[in-house]
């Protein structure tokens, strides 16, 4: 099994960076795919950011509402996955979690319920 735990989060203006860390223990993260999801205030979980197992190539793939804004990458001798988040805005204020799997296929990568780990969050709040 593996565990994980986020952090990064905080209180950022519009137009700012912030970087999100998901810590993994137990396990390789390099083994799984690594998700991104946030779930807004009043909404539903809705998909961020994917990286593949290195296994599977460490493609990456971002919710159209993020790309070209976000990047997740991994550090396997830190064994922790990133999400550098860039030109914030109110609309990407959310708690953020990062989700784990080491069979999950490409069709469901933007499915948070195919990951069989999850982290406890990390809040983002963006003032404008």
């Known amino acids: 099994q593996v565990q994980l735990l986020e952090s990064g989060g905080g209180l950022v203006q519009a137009g700012e960076s912030l970087r999100l860390s998901c810590a993994a223990s137990?396990?390789?993260?390099?083994?799984?795919?690594v998700g991104w999801f946030r779930q807004p205030p009043g909404k539903e979980r809705e998909f961020v950011a994917a990286?593949?197992?290195?296994?599977?190539?460490?493609?990456?793939y971002y919710a159209d509402l993020v790309k070209g804004r976000f990047i997740i990458s991994r550090d396997s001798a830190k064994n922790t996955v990133y999400l550098q988040m860039n030109r914030l805005n109110s609309e990407d204020t959310a708690v953020y979690y990062c989700?784990?799997?080491?069979?999950?296929?490409?069709?469901?990568?933007?499915?948070?319920?195919?990951?069989?780990?999850r982290g406890q969050g990390t809040q983002v709040t963006v003032s404008s």
């Open positions: 989700t784990a799997d080491t069979g999950i296929i490409l069709s469901s990568l933007r499915n948070d319920e195919y990951y069989d780990y």
């Open positions: 990286i593949r197992s290195s296994g599977r190539g460490s493609g990456t």
């Open positions: 137990g396990r390789p993260i390099s083994q799984y795919t």
